[in-house]
C-alpha cells in the first residue's frame, strides 16, 4: 500500500518525467500577494506567471504545495471533524503549464495518472466539466471513453473559476471518485452532492479568457492549465479507506492523541482525535512558516486554530498540556518532506505549550459557564449573545469556538447580540478613555484588538480572494 509520502512523489515524479519542473512548496504565508490570508492553492505562488507579470522560468511546473483553508473565501475550519474529506491544513498536489499545453494534453495525463500510474478502476470514476465546455467534453469522451451521463455538465462557480474581477479565467473539469453505495451522498451536479459519497479529487483549470471588471474581454493567445488534487483524498482512495483520517499519516497523529490522552478515536471522541490531528498540522506548519498566535489578523487565525485543539483535548480529559507533546509524531511523519518542521520543531513545541498554559487558566472555567448557560436550554436553542461576549471577553473564547461547542451540543449562538456586546464594550471603553484622560485599560485594548484584528486585515473580505484553482 503506497504510503501518502509515497503518492506525493509519485504524482510529482509522474509530471517530472512529462517536462515539468519539480518545485517546492512555498510558505503557507503568501509572499507576493498581501490581499490573501494564507496560500489555499497550489497555484498563488505561480499567480505572476499566470496574469503575466513575471516570466516563469519553466514552462511546466508540479509541486505539492502546503494550503491552510481557515479564513477568507475559503473556509473548511467547520467541516473538521465533521466532514470526511475536509482539512485545515492540507497538501495540494498541481501540475502547471504556463501557456505551453491545453485541454487535451493535461486531461490526457490526468486520466493516465489515476487509471494507469494508480490503477484505479475507472467504473467508480466520473467528471464534471463547465456546462459549454464542449471541448473538455468531447476530450473526456474520446480520452476515458465515458457515456454522456458520466460527463456532468455543471453550470456554477464550481466549474468556472476567475482569479478575480480582472484577470485570467476559465472553465473547469473535476475528477470524482465514488466510495460507494453505503455512504450517502449523490453524485455532482445532484441535489444531495455535498455528502462524501462522490468525493472531488483534483480539479483542472482551463485558463482561457481574460476578464475586465468581470466580463469576459478577450481569448488569451496563450491559455495555461492550472490544477489542484488533494493529497489526503487520493491517498484515501489509494488506501481503500473512505475518510482522509483514516489514511497512513492521520491514523499515527490519531494514535499519538490516543495515547497522550489514554482514549480511544471512538463515539463521540472520534472527533475530537480528529481535530486534533487536524490542527496539529495546521498550527505547527504555521509557526513554522513564522506566524505566531496573537490577536490578529493571521496570527488571530493561528490561535483560533489552536484553542480550538486545546478545547477538544480539554474534552477528552487532558489535564495538562496537550498538543505539543504531538509534535514528534508530525515530524516523524512529514519532516522528511517539509524540512521546516524539523528546523522548527522546538520552537512549534514551545509555542503550542505556552499557548495551552494560557489558554487552560481559563478554558474549564468558561466551559463551566457554558454547561451553566445550557443547562436548561432546549434543543436548538439559543446561547445569548452576553454569554458569548463574555466568554470571549473574560475566557478567551473566540467566537467561532462558542459557535462549534454550541454546534456539538445543539445549540445556536445568537451573533448578533455578540456583536452588540461588543461594540458596547467598545463605546464603553472610548468613554473612559476621554474621561480619565488616560489610555484605556489593558482588558478593554486586547478586546478591542481581538475585535479588530480580523477586520484590520482587510484583504480576504475585501477582495475576491484569488486562490481557489
Ligand atoms: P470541496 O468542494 O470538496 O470543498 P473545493 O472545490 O473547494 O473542494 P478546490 O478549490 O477545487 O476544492 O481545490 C482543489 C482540490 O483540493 C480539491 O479537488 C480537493 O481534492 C482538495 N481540497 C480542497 N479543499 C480541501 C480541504 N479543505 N481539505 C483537503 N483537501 C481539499
Ligand atoms: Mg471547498
Ligand atoms: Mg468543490
Ligand atoms: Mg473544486
Redesign the pocket.
Known amino acids: 500500500m503506497a504510503s501518502l509520502n509515497q503518492i506525493r512523489s509519485t504524482f510529482l515524479d509522474f509530471f517530472a518525467a512529462d517536462g515539468h519542473e519539480k518545485v517546492q512548496s512555498a510558505p503557507l504565508v503568501p509572499q507576493n500577494d498581501p490581499t490573501l490570508l494564507f496560500v489555499n492553492?497550489g497555484m498563488v505562488p505561480f499567480k505572476d506567471y499566470f496574469t503575466g507579470a513575471a516570466t516563469p522560468p519553466y514552462r511546466r511546473a508540479a509541486s505539492s504545495q502546503k494550503?491552510v483553508?481557515a479564513g477568507g473565501k475559503?473556509n473548511?475550519l467547520d467541516?473538521v471533524g465533521y466532514t470526511a474529506?475536509?482539512?485545515?491544513f492540507?497538501e495540494?498536489l498541481g501540475n502547471f503549464s504556463f501557456g505551453d499545453y491545453f485541454k487535451e494534453h493535461a486531461i490526457e495525463r490526468a486520466w493516465a495518472l489515476v487509471t494507469k500510474e494508480f490503477g484505479l478502476d475507472p467504473d467508480r470514476l466520473m467528471v464534471t466539466v463547465y456546462i459549454d465546455d464542449d471541448e473538455a467534453f468531447d476530450i473526456w469522451k474520446k480520452v476515458a471513453g465515458f457515456p454522456d451521463h458520466k460527463i456532468v455538465r455543471i453550470a456554477g462557480s464550481?466549474n468556472f473559476w476567475a482569479m478575480g474581477d480582472s484577470g485570467p479565467c476559465g472553465p473547469?473539469t473535476?475528477i470524482f471518485w465514488d466510495h460507494g453505495e453505503h455512504i450517502p451522498g449523490g453524485p455532482p451536479g445532484s441535489p444531495n452532492e455535498d455528502g462524501d459519497r462522490f468525493?472531488?479529487?483534483?480539479?483542472n483549470v482551463f485558463m482561457q479568457f481574460e476578464k475586465e471588471n468581470d466580463e469576459i474581454v478577450r481569448s488569451l493567445p496563450r491559455p495555461s492549465v492550472d490544477t489542484?488534487?488533494?493529497l489526503?483524498?487520493?491517498a484515501a482512495v489509494l488506501q481503500g479507506v473512505h475518510s482522509?483520517y483514516d489514511v497512513d499519516l492521520f491514523k499515527a497523529l490519531i494514535a499519538a492523541s490516543e495515547d497522550a490522552t489514554s482514549t480511544k478515536a471512538e463515539g463521540d471522541r472520534a472527533p475530537s482525535h480528529r481535530v486534533i490531528a487536524d490542527h496539529l498540522r495546521s498550527s505547527s506548519f504555521l509557526i513554522a512558516d513564522g506566524v505566531t498566535p496573537s490577536n490578529e489578523g493571521r496570527g488571530y487565525v493561528l490561535r483560533r486554530i489552536m484553542r480550538r485543539a486545546m478545547r477538544h483535548a480539554h474534552l477528552l480529559g487532558a489535564s495538562d498540556p496537550l498538543m505539543h507533546r504531538l509534535v514528534p509524531a508530525l515530524v516523524t511523519e512529514m519532516g522528511e518532506a517539509y524540512p521546516e518542521l524539523k528546523r522548527a520543531q522546538a520552537f512549534i513545541e514551545d509555542t503550542l505549550k505556552q499557548e495551552e498554559i494560557r489558554f487552560r487558566t481559563t478554558l474549564g472555567r468558561g466551559m463551566g459557564l457554558l454547561e451553566d448557560a445550557t443547562r436548561d436550554l432546549p434543543q436548538g436553542g439559543i446561547i445569548t449573545g452576553q454569554t458569548a461576549f463574555t466568554l470571549y471577553d473574560t475566557y478567551g473564547f473566540p467566537l467561532d469556538l462558542t459557535q462549534d461547542e454550541a454546534r456539538r451540543r445543539g445549540f445556536n449562538v445568537d451573533v448578533d447580540g455578540f456583536e452588540t456586546a461588543m461594540a458596547e464594550q467598545r463605546e464603553r471603553g472610548k468613554a473612559n478613555w476621554k474621561g480619565s484622560g488616560q489610555s484605556a485599560n489593558a482588558g478593554e485594548w486586547l478586546a478591542l484588538r481581538d475585535r479588530l484584528g480580523p477586520t484590520v486585515f482587510t484583504g480576504y473580505e475585501a477582495v475576491d480572494d484569488t486562490g481557489?484553482?
Open positions: 492553492a494550503c483553508r475559503h473548511d467541516n474529506r475536509h482539512h485545515t492540507f495540494m464550481d473547469c473535476e468525493v472531488e479529487i483534483w480539479n489542484g488534487m488533494g489526503e483524498r487520493i482522509n481557489e484553482v
